[in-house]
């Protein structure tokens, strides 16, 4: 219930509040008066206008937004109805106080200074400053009308008073619906009582060295996008202080992994290394899927760790497999991972962990950098160039080429991502066209119109066979496999 003791106490102390505003329909100068009725928090809104005593309905309209923004619903706040035709004196009618104009909107409008309306015994009584200024004496005096005042719903008609009601009452009155440091709202988060994005937690005190304005992190690299996401080389971050936001937040983070036909002999290399580098200190679900859930190796976790089989059937080529795992994940999100993890990182396993991969990754979407193209001009980019596929990027257009082979983000975001990919896909199927590279392609084209709300370097995606190791790699975290390609694939 809005109308408490607290409530009370504070329109007591804070009203009347005479409010003066510039009429935008005629720029006329308006005083607005807020007056409470404390029994039931009824607003009586007074207004002396210049050039004539209509409602300022476009005022009127702010003020229903704000009230209804703190939470306060129709039946809580009312107005008396008006009614009347004293063109002069705008008053109340129907069941309440003096005549006066009807203003359409269930509030009326009077001369500034013509009283505070009360509920008394037997009707509505005039207050003691019941002197008219501004146009003249009231045309009459308060009449005393018997009965109980009706109420009226507030309807579309109260909104512009919402700049002039904050300066006086403050983004916190009348509210308790703002959520304290570290607190959650009801129903918030993927994973049940769970973060869908870091939150501002309280840390305990930390040593580490000082950020330096003037000093940038990295001079030799890009470290931040045009729409100001962090691209994480490193040198850009603390893992410390991202441990410590994390683990207060005892996030889960999940990992999909495919491992169809001849590629689960990856499998047990993966899982070893990432058990080493990946999330070391966090909770991880390995999301494993594969057509041979007896092949899985058996691989020591740590605690908080744990591997989940996956059974899905196998395909006769490569490029199948990886179009549909956006299918799969999508199902999955929808099935599982929403109610067990908060973030989602999607790789391949053709690939090993050899330094540090941490929260530091960890974004609503994120995507990872080409290593063959991260040099490189957008019209070099092996975009899908042909219109009539769903994938397609024009020439003059397009931010990096992402790889396929690692991104994520939260559930939710991922869910979205791999949903839009696969309907993709099947748009194109249906049109008998096949993305120049795949699921890839229309990831591509998926994180153009999204844009990522965090970027990973190279480092987290490299092949030393094929590109050797410059000098702005200061670590290779994600590594390819050495193989034989047309081994793997086509059997």
Not at 19 to 48: K, M
Not at 389 to 409: E, V
Request: glycine share 8%; aromatic share 10%; net charge positive.
């Amino acid at each position: 219930m809005v109308a408490n003791k607290l409530l009370k106490k504070r329109l007591k102390e804070w009203c009347p509040v005479t409010l003066t505003a510039l009429d935008g329909a005629n720029g006329s100068a308006n005083s607005y008066t807020l007056v409470p009725e404390y029994d039931s928090l009824w607003w009586s809104l007074c207004a002396q206008h210049r050039r004539n005593p209509d409602v300022n309905l476009d005022a009127l309209e702010a003020f229903e937004k704000f009230l209804q923004g703190k939470g306060i619903s129709e039946k809580n706040i009312s107005m008396p109805a008006l009614a009347g035709s004293a063109s002069g004196s705008p008053g109340f009618g129907r069941s309440g106080p003096p005549d006066g104009r009807l203003g359409g909107r269930g509030v009326g409008v009077f001369p500034r200074g013509a009283g505070r309306w009360r509920k008394a015994a037997g009707g509505w009584r005039a207050g003691s400053e019941a002197a008219a200024v501004g146009r003249g004496a009231m045309a009459e005096q308060p009449r005393t009308m018997a009965g109980k005042p009706k109420y009226c719903s507030l309807r579309s008609g109260i909104f512009l008073l919402i700049t002039l009601v904050l300066v006086f009452f403050g983004s916190g009155f009348l509210s308790s619906r703002v959520p304290m440091q570290g607190t959650r709202q009801e129903g918030a988060g993927e994973a049940a009582g769970k973060p869908t994005s870091l939150q501002v937690v309280t840390l305990p005190r930390m040593v580490y060295a000082q950020p330096k304005v003037l000093t940038p992190s990295r001079k030799d690299v890009l470290v931040l996008t045009p729409w100001l996401a962090p691209i994480i080389w490193e040198g850009t971050f603390n893992i410390d202080i991202l441990n410590e936001q994390f683990r207060l937040q005892n996030v889960t983070i999940g990992l999909t992994v495919f491992a169809i036909k001849k590629y689960v002999v990856f499998l047990k290399l993966f899982l070893e290394t990432a058990e080493e580098h990946f999330m070391v200190g966090h909770k991880v679900n390995y999301y494993v899927f594969t057509d041979q859930p007896a092949a899985v190796p058996r691989v020591p976790l740590r605690e908080g760790r744990r591997l989940v089989v996956l059974q899905v059937p196998g395909a006769a080529r490569w490029q199948d497999v990886s179009m549909r795992r956006m299918d799969m994940i999508s199902s999955f999100c929808a099935q599982r991972f929403l109610h067990e993890v908060d973030f989602l990182v999607c790789v391949d396993v053709d690939m090993r962990f050899s330094d540090h991969v941490g929260v530091e990754i960890l974004s609503q979407l994120f995507g990872t950098l080409h290593p063959g193209f991260y040099q490189a001009a957008r019209e070099a980019f092996t975009y899908e160039r042909r219109p009539q596929s769903q994938a397609y990027i024009p020439r003059d257009q397009g931010d990096f080429y992402y790889m396929g082979s690692f991104f994520g983000g939260s559930v939710s975001e991922v869910h979205r991502l791999t949903t839009a990919c696969h309907q993709a896909m099947k748009a194109d199927l249906a049109n008998g066209i096949e993305a120049v590279w795949h699921d890839e392609s229309h990831l591509n084209r998926y994180l153009l119109d999204h844009k990522p709300t965090k970027v990973l370097s190279p480092e987290y995606l490299w092949d030393e066979q094929l590109l050797g190791r410059p000098a702005i790699m200061k670590k290779l975290r994600f590594m390819a496999v050495p193989k034989n390609h047309k081994e793997i694939r086509n059997r």
